[in-house]
């Protein structure tokens, strides 16, 4: 079980990540809505060559995945938070086994749902 400064610390971290995906998050919105004012322009289509316009579209394809991933982490933040504010004295246990998943791995990855071990099985199971 953690204790009431370590769970404070994590809290905090928490939420530096939520604000911190949230501004990434922000600044996706604000790329694809210049590029869709910039497309908007009579002479966009005239003005670019095809590769020009090939390259474009990979950029936004690439913004949208890098959104996308943005955003699975935010939910996983936000879930961590809930389980957080939901049973205080049960974060930080690993979901699979019950054992501590550890202080120092929650304090580098705070929305951390499993044990190394477990965590190590899993992704060898794969």
């Given at each position: 079980?953690?204790?009431?400064?370590?769970?404070?610390?994590?809290?905090?971290?928490?939420?530096?990540?939520?604000?911190?995906?949230?501004?990434?998050?922000?600044?996706?919105?604000?790329?694809?809505?210049?590029?869709?004012?910039?497309?908007?322009?009579?002479?966009?289509?005239?003005?670019?060559?095809?590769?020009?316009?090939?390259?474009?579209?990979?950029?936004?394809?690439?913004?949208?995945?890098?959104?996308?991933?943005?955003?699975?982490?935010?939910?996983?933040?936000?879930?961590?938070?809930?389980?957080?504010?939901?049973?205080?004295?049960?974060?930080?246990?690993?979901?699979?086994?019950?054992?501590?998943?550890?202080f120092e791995r929650l304090?580098?990855?705070?929305h951390a749902r499993y044990?190394?071990?477990?965590?190590?099985?899993?992704?060898?199971?794969?």
């Amino acid at each position: 079980m953690l204790k009431k400064a370590q769970l404070e610390h994590i809290e905090k971290r928490l939420l530096a990540e939520r604000a911190r995906a949230l501004r990434s998050l922000g600044l996706f919105d604000q790329m694809a809505k210049a590029d869709r004012e910039s497309a908007d322009s009579d002479l966009a289509a005239y003005t670019d060559h095809m590769a020009d316009q090939g390259t474009e579209a990979m950029e936004r394809e690439k913004a949208a995945l890098f959104a996308t991933k943005e955003g699975r982490y935010l939910y996983r933040i936000e879930e961590a938070l809930r389980r957080l504010y939901d049973d205080p004295k049960s974060f930080g246990t690993c979901h699979t086994c019950g054992a501590s998943v550890g202080f120092e791995r929650l304090d580098a990855l705070p929305h951390a749902r499993y044990c190394i071990d477990c965590k190590v099985r899993e992704e060898e199971s794969v």
